[in-house]
């Protein structure tokens, strides 16, 4: 144990412990929770790991996924350390109030009228309560506002509320630079204290404790003169110090490339609500599966939302088609549809990698869209035409699959095209004991975008069709997350 805290442990008991456990947890988990939302750190490492394994790569798909648990360690480790530390200031107070000559009260009486800050004991009198202490100390105060920070961050990020009201998500996230403000100050002049370097060479607490009626001028052992405290040199700093910087890279160089100019060449809207628009930016480079972030100013300069490119790398534009589910979203489409002279000014951030960058990895793949999660498929399906037509060598997937149902016409009854529509949802088992049983050796990647119910269930069938023979077929499972 650490001689140091020796003595506060005298007054505190176990809380000392975990109160201080908890926040070198919070510490840790702090320092992770931006790396998986640098898109560009993670694009780059996608980039690096494309000669790895297939099953490392994919351990970056599942970013946002890591953000989320680390998220909640970070909530759980704060509730800790909240409990841990009214604990703390109960047990100073019933120090401050004693006056029994135990140990403690004898500890909590020291340099309390001294003006040299080396008192062990926050509360100096017995006035002093626990809430004014919280309310005017820098550890009490900035404590309060990271909880308040953290609980509207936590609570705003909900499954119904970011799907509903993305904006209150998005704005109420931004806490995070409030969180973190309040994080590296919240260690500074500390009111958890332990004996200074200097004291511990003059008082051996193990020793000293035994008799603390004689420390100082009364003293008659040789190494007890009264111990003296001092704050814990502030660490949160020197962890969550390398991921800020890195963070703050990665959005200035965002903020630099959002600041190119975009030309919107053409304006289509489909039924439905959903709006195509196709661009153009000097030096944009994509792969299929990737996605941008667009920000339109007349709708709101702060906002930047998700979308997937729906164009091929082998054409001369980039697209996206985005459907109304939102004020946002809303909003750009009736910006688009009002005819103004001028059309409105598009700002675009990326583009940044997803799991369908490798569908060309595989010689088979299904690919899996519900509702307006068919468009990464759609940049997918032109692609793969257009390596067709030059005859690509690099391409793996060696047959682009067609469904064949109503089977007594040549063409769809609803469409009118030759690949044929298949009404209600799909028996997954039989499409996945096909696709087994005409690729019996064959590495088939399967692709989602779509609900988290589809998901989990196309995952249960990667399972359970994956055979454990490694010479046979194998299911692995990619969903889009961003």
Same mark, same amino acid.
């Given at each position: 144990?650490?001689?140091k805290f020796?003595?506060?442990?005298?007054?505190l008991?176990s809380a000392?412990?975990?109160?201080r456990?908890s926040a070198?947890c919070?510490?840790f988990?702090?320092? &992770?929770i931006? &790396?998986?939302v640098?898109?560009?750190?993670?694009s780059?490492l996608?980039?690096?790991c494309?000669?790895?394994?297939?099953t490392?790569?994919?351990?970056l =798909?599942?970013?946002l996924?890591f953000?989320?648990?680390v998220?909640?360690?970070?909530?759980?480790?704060?509730a800790v350390?909240?409990i841990?530390?009214l604990?703390?200031?109960e047990?100073? @107070? =019933?120090?401050?109030?004693a006056?029994d000559?135990?140990?403690?009260s004898i500890l909590?009486?020291l340099?309390?009228?001294?003006?040299?800050?080396?008192?062990l004991?926050?509360?100096?009198?017995n006035?002093?309560?626990?809430?004014?202490?919280?309310f005017t100390t820098?550890p009490?105060?900035t404590?309060?506002i990271?909880?308040?920070?953290?609980?509207?961050?936590?609570?705003?990020s909900?499954?119904?509320?970011?799907?509903?009201y993305?904006?209150?998500?998005w704005?109420?996230?931004?806490?995070f630079i409030?969180y973190f403000?309040?994080l590296v100050?919240?260690?500074?002049?500390?009111?958890v204290r332990g004996?200074?370097?200097?004291?511990? @060479?003059k008082?051996?607490p193990?020793?000293c404790?035994?008799?603390p009626?004689?420390?100082?001028g @009364?003293?008659k052992?040789?190494?007890?003169?009264?111990?003296e405290?001092g704050?814990i040199?502030?660490?949160s700093?020197?962890w969550?110090?390398a991921?800020i910087?890195?963070?703050?890279?990665?959005?200035v160089l965002r903020?630099?490339?959002?600041q190119?100019r975009?030309v919107v060449t053409k *304006?289509?809207v489909?039924?439905?609500k959903?709006?195509?628009?196709?661009?153009?930016?000097?030096g944009?480079?994509m792969?299929v599966?990737?996605y941008?972030?667009i920000?339109?100013p007349?709708?709101s300069?702060l906002?930047?939302?998700?979308?997937?490119?729906t164009s091929?790398?082998e054409e001369?534009?980039?697209?996206?088609?985005?459907?109304? *589910?939102?004020?946002w979203?809303?909003n750009?489409?009736?910006?688009?549809?009002?005819?103004?002279p001028?059309?409105?000014r598009?700002?675009?951030?990326?583009p940044?990698g997803t799991?369908?960058e490798?569908v060309f990895q595989?010689?088979v793949?299904?690919?899996?869209g519900?509702g307006?999660g068919v468009?990464?498929?759609?940049?997918?399906l032109?692609s793969i035409w257009?390596?067709?037509q030059?005859a690509?060598q690099r391409?793996?997937?060696?047959?682009a699959?067609q469904?064949?149902?109503?089977? =007594?016409? =040549?063409?769809?009854?609803?469409t +009118?095209l030759?690949q044929?529509?298949?009404?209600?949802?799909?028996r997954w088992?039989n499409?996945?004991?096909?696709v087994?049983?005409?690729h019996p050796?064959s590495?088939? +990647?399967?692709f989602l975008c779509g609900p988290?119910a589809l998901?989990?269930s196309?995952q249960?069938?990667?399972?359970?069709y994956s055979?454990?023979?490694p010479r046979?077929?194998?299911f692995?499972?990619?969903k889009? @997350?961003f």
């Amino acid at each position: 144990r650490d001689k140091k805290f020796y003595y506060t442990r005298v007054l505190l008991g176990s809380a000392l412990a975990w109160a201080r456990a908890s926040a070198k947890c919070l510490n840790f988990n702090s320092m &992770l929770i931006l &790396l998986p939302v640098c898109r560009n750190l993670l694009s780059f490492l996608r980039g690096t790991c494309s000669c790895c394994r297939r099953t490392m790569r994919k351990q970056l =798909d599942h970013n946002l996924t890591f953000h989320k648990l680390v998220a909640y360690a970070i909530a759980l480790f704060t509730a800790v350390h909240i409990i841990a530390h009214l604990c703390n200031f109960e047990w100073y @107070n =019933d120090s401050q109030q004693a006056a029994d000559g135990s140990l403690s009260s004898i500890l909590s009486d020291l340099h309390q009228d001294e003006e040299s800050n080396k008192w062990l004991n926050p509360i100096h009198s017995n006035s002093t309560t626990p809430a004014y202490v919280t309310f005017t100390t820098i550890p009490g105060l900035t404590g309060v506002i990271i909880t308040v920070a953290l609980i509207l961050m936590v609570t705003s990020s909900m499954e119904f509320i970011r799907r509903s009201y993305f904006e209150v998500f998005w704005y109420t996230h931004h806490l995070f630079i409030i969180y973190f403000a309040g994080l590296v100050i919240h260690g500074i002049a500390g009111l958890v204290r332990g004996q200074t370097a200097e004291s511990l @060479n003059k008082h051996n607490p193990e020793h000293c404790a035994q008799d603390p009626t004689h420390w100082g001028g @009364n003293n008659k052992h040789s190494h007890c003169e009264e111990p003296e405290f001092g704050s814990i040199p502030a660490e949160s700093w020197q962890w969550v110090l390398a991921p800020i910087l890195l963070y703050v890279f990665e959005r200035v160089l965002r903020f630099w490339r959002s600041q190119q100019r975009v030309v919107v060449t053409k *304006v289509v809207v489909h039924p439905s609500k959903v709006l195509e628009l196709q661009m153009h930016k000097k030096g944009f480079s994509m792969e299929v599966g990737q996605y941008i972030f667009i920000n339109s100013p007349s709708v709101s300069r702060l906002e930047w939302h998700p979308f997937t490119l729906t164009s091929a790398p082998e054409e001369d534009f980039f697209s996206v088609h985005i459907r109304a *589910v939102g004020d946002w979203t809303e909003n750009l489409i009736d910006t688009f549809q009002q005819q103004k002279p001028k059309t409105p000014r598009i700002e675009v951030d990326g583009p940044f990698g997803t799991a369908s960058e490798d569908v060309f990895q595989y010689e088979v793949a299904m690919l899996v869209g519900a509702g307006i999660g068919v468009t990464p498929f759609a940049s997918v399906l032109k692609s793969i035409w257009y390596k067709f037509q030059h005859a690509d060598q690099r391409l793996k997937t060696k047959k682009a699959g067609q469904a064949a149902f109503n089977f =007594d016409k =040549d063409t769809d009854v609803v469409t +009118g095209l030759k690949q044929k529509t298949s009404f209600g949802r799909p028996r997954w088992s039989n499409e996945f004991s096909a696709v087994a049983t005409a690729h019996p050796r064959s590495v088939v +990647g399967v692709f989602l975008c779509g609900p988290q119910a589809l998901a989990k269930s196309l995952q249960k069938c990667c399972h359970q069709y994956s055979s454990l023979d490694p010479r046979k077929v194998k299911f692995y499972f990619n969903k889009e @997350n961003f």
